[in-house]
């Protein structure tokens, strides 16, 4: 087999040089968006005083969890303040929900289209399957020469990596969705779209929440690779302390990471099934309006003449 090779890389750096040199205008749009949603959000949360941000973090922790992660929360973002790492932190956390808000508009209604159509099904799934297994860091080779360094590389980078889970998730979940309810459905006259917001959503929510989870967490996996594209943030430390075998730098930034993906998990979860969340104040609320609702129907049953 000497002399026997197929150019495949000859032929992907022929396409990304391709897209350069012919797509710059759509490049630079998407550059100049991506790099002013990323920044914009990383500036407000950074002009905002760290403990008046502990505090939201955990007030939100507390509505849709409960009181034990919004105590963990305070704890633990109050850790990063001490690591010096707040900065970083929320230029991370910035970047991460960007990628997620950008990876879930895509994936979500493409896993619905996914859903409907057996031969979209069936031409995303390779794609997805190609998605999830290249290696990241390769994502951030062609990023890189359509966007230089920064943020936008890492935040496409992250999109890219994290989009399989969302759209398969997705699927599942509309897939899932009982026949004979769908079918009831339409035995009323509702219309598709009828049927998918009212019927197949709601009950598939669960599952595309969890697509949503798994994306978050992907996201927030890829903040590393993202620093070594140049990004701002905890992942930018991590690939510092990497280079200078900073172990003090690294354990700081690592432990960062951490708290946020663990805050994020948590919620997100929980946003899944909100009902199951006892602790949370949401369902506290929503259990004193049942039995002040209950107490106000015994009343009443009680005031009608026999």
Do not use: C
Request: proline share 5%; glycine share 10%.
């Amino acid at each position: 087999m000497d002399g026997f090779r197929i150019p495949i890389g000859e032929v992907a750096d022929v396409i990304v040089d391709w897209i350069r040199d012919n797509l710059k205008i759509l490049l630079d749009i998407i550059s100049n968006i991506v790099g002013f949603l990323v920044e914009g959000l990383a500036d407000v949360l950074n002009f905002l005083p760290a403990p008046l941000m502990i505090v939201l973090f955990a007030l939100i922790a507390w509505l849709f969890r409960s009181w034990q992660l919004a105590v963990g929360t305070a704890v633990t973002f109050t850790i990063i303040v001490g690591m010096d790492q707040w900065d970083h932190a929320m230029e991370t956390l910035a970047l991460v929900l960007i990628a997620a808000l950008v990876t879930v508009a895509i994936s979500v209604p493409l896993g619905i289209w996914a859903a409907r159509n057996d031969r979209v099904s069936a031409f995303v799934k390779p794609v997805l399957d190609f998605m999830q297994t290249m290696p990241s860091m390769v994502y951030l080779i062609p990023v890189i020469v359509f966007f230089g360094v920064g943020f936008v590389p890492g935040v496409i980078a992250t999109v890219i990596f994290s989009l399989p889970p969302g759209v398969r998730l997705t699927e599942l979940g509309i897939r899932g969705v009982d026949s004979e309810t769908v079918e009831a459905g339409h035995a009323f006259g509702a219309a598709p779209g009828q049927i998918l917001r009212g019927i197949q959503l709601p009950l598939a929510m669960p599952t595309i929440m969890a697509g949503i989870n798994q994306v978050i967490m992907l996201a927030l996996s890829m903040a590393v690779i993202a620093g070594i594209g140049g990004a701002n943030g905890l992942g930018k430390e991590v690939a510092a302390a990497l280079s200078t075998i900073n172990i003090p730098q690294g354990v700081e930034a690592g432990l960062g990471v951490v708290f946020i993906a663990i805050f994020l998990d948590r919620v997100t979860a929980a946003l899944g099934d909100p009902s199951s969340q006892k602790s949370s104040l949401l369902g506290i609320l929503a259990r004193r309006r049942a039995a002040k609702s209950a107490a106000q129907a015994d009343a009443a049953a009680q005031t009608v003449p026999a």
